[in-house]
T-cell receptor, first 112, second 111 residues
Framework: DQQVKQNSPSLSVQEGRISILNCDYT??????FLWYKKYPAEGPTFLIS?????DKNEDGRFTVFLNKSAKHLSLHIVPSQPGDSAVYFC???????????FGTGTRLTIIP | NAGVTQTPKFRVLKTGQSMTLLCAQD?????MYWYRQDPGMGLRLIHY???????AKGEVPDGYNVSRLKKQNFLLGLESAAPSQTSVYFC??????????FGPGTRLTVL
């Protein structure tokens, strides 16, 4: 039972345009959501997070939006740059839980 | 600071062999985790630890054992390797179990 789903395995975006990565979840008891970025042959690195009491969090070019009623979060990258080409994982933490549940990842390719 | 390091980086085993993967962190983090990454499956939690001397099962614990004898080290053991355990293994540590810091990974092939 996949509690965190990333339905798009891949996404290609022109350099300078907006990249939008999507994530859906089924567990209403998640209280934190995160995005991680992974380059080939490296471990994932933390990108941005959002608490379930907020609906938006922004950090430079990266913004995460949370729609609790739809159980949906998205990561916006604007403007997209070639260095943003990577696999992006969304993750969620349950209330009172000490571990994260990860999605399957979306491979983002920025086209110069 | 080295962050999170993993040893070895690559390993090939034959079915039935055993091995131990070592994870070390120098950030004084309480929480440590072992994940495996398989194509199309994302990152799946094997075991984790919330402090020295503690361990707990994750999503896919079967066939693995762990130990956390020292705060900075988290060991993952395979007692009798199987081809289904061919994967890339990542260790992570965290101060608050929200933002996790990952090691570079160990690529394991079981023939």
């Amino acid at each position: 039972d996949q509690q965190v789903k990333q339905n798009s395995p891949s996404l290609s975006v022109q350099e300078g345009r907006i990249s939008i990565l999507n994530c859906d979840y089924t567990n209403s008891m998640f209280d934190y959501f995160l995005w991680y970025k992974k380059y080939p042959a490296e471990g994932p690195t933390f990108l941005i997070s959002i608490s379930s009491i907020k609906d938006k969090n922004e950090d430079g070019r990266f913004t995460v939006f949370l729609n609790k009623s739809a159980k949906h979060l998205s990561l916006h990258i604007v403007p997209s740059q070639p260095g943003d080409s990577a696999v992006y994982f969304c993750a969620a933490k349950g209330v009172g839980n000490e571990k994260l549940t990860f999605g399957t990842g979306t491979r983002l390719t920025i086209i110069p | 600071n080295a962050g999170v390091t993993q040893t070895p980086k690559f390993r090939v085993l034959k079915t039935g062999q055993s091995m131990t993967l070592l994870c070390a962190q120098d950030m004084n983090h309480e929480y440590m985790y072992w994940y495996r990454q398989d194509p199309g499956m994302g990152l799946r939690l094997i075991h984790y630890s919330v402090g020295e001397g503690t361990t707990a099962k994750g999503e896919v614990p079967d066939g693995y054992n762990v130990s956390r004898l020292k705060k900075q080290n988290f060991l993952l053991g395979l007692e009798s390797a199987a081809p289904s355990q061919t994967s890339v293994y990542f260790c992570a540590s965290s101060r608050n179990f929200v933002e996790q810091f990952f090691g570079p990974g160990t690529r394991l092939t079981v023939l």
